[in-house]
């Protein structure tokens, strides 16, 4: 399995509801982050969790909430969301080798605040 | 603080060509140069890495160059085909933080 998976792809949200975004990989990889991609502009580094625990909160909002289960899975919680955090959120992981910190993508979940 | 810009923002070239795309950094202290392609609405497809010791990379048509000193990296595409009409990212890798370029659109005219 070489591949970071993102559950849902499309999700629509009103600004009260909660709900999660899931990424998963089986690559053993040590590191998994959270980016959030708006159009036509590159991604924005929002979480990276490293062997588990988290090492970089790029100072997101608290209605944004990671969670790192285990070393092959990472979600994250959404909860009182505003129509302008809707955007493509991108999962990625990075292997445990050297100094590499290749970094994987995933497809992205598409993610509408109404 | 790592600051990366790709020029140019956008390119068109009729199928064929070959082509470069620019990428430029003002922290040479990276461990790694990574390009990536993004078709509409999906996520990042990784095309090459460049550890900070290396001075290229090559994959089938795709030959992406690194200058630590002078701050640049360029991918080279020969031979360019409808298909490889995506936007095209480079990014600095520095312990878990990757800057990224804002990207050049890349537009192969059939």
């Known amino acids: 399995d070489t591949e970071v998976t993102q559950t849902p792809k499309h999700l629509v949200m009103g600004m009260t509801n909660k709900k999660s975004l899931k990424c998963e990989q089986h690559m053993g990889h040590r590191a998994m982050y959270w980016y959030k991609q708006k159009a036509k502009k590159p991604p924005e580094l929002m979480f990276v969790y490293s062997y588990e625990k988290l090492s970089i909160n790029e100072s997101v909002p608290s209605r944004f909430s990671p969670e790192c289960p285990n070393s092959s899975l990472l979600n994250l919680h959404l909860h009182a969301l505003q129509p302008e955090d809707s955007a493509l959120y991108l999962c990625?992981?990075?292997?445990?080798?050297?100094?590499?910190?290749?970094?994987?993508f995933g497809p992205g979940t598409r993610l509408t605040v109404t | 603080k790592q600051e990366v810009t790709q020029i140019p923002a956008a390119l068109s070239v009729p199928e064929g060509e070959n082509l470069v795309l620019n990428c430029s950094f003002t922290?040479?202290?990276?461990?790694?140069l990574q390009w990536f392609r993004q078709d509409p609405g999906k996520g990042l497809t990784s095309l090459l890495l460049i550890q900070s010791s290396q001075r290229e990379q090559t994959s089938g048509r795709l030959n992406a160059s690194l200058d630590k000193s002078s701050g640049r990296s360029t991918l080279y595409i020969a031979a360019s085909q409808p298909g490889d009409s995506a936007t095209y990212l480079c990014?600095?890798?520095?312990?878990?933080?990757?800057?990224f370029g804002k990207g050049t659109r890349l537009h192969i005219l059939p």
């Open positions: 990014a600095a890798n520095r312990d878990d933080k990757i800057i």
């Open positions: 990625a992981s990075s292997p445990p080798v050297g100094r590499t910190y290749e970094q994987y």
């Open positions: 922290d040479s202290a990276i461990y790694n």
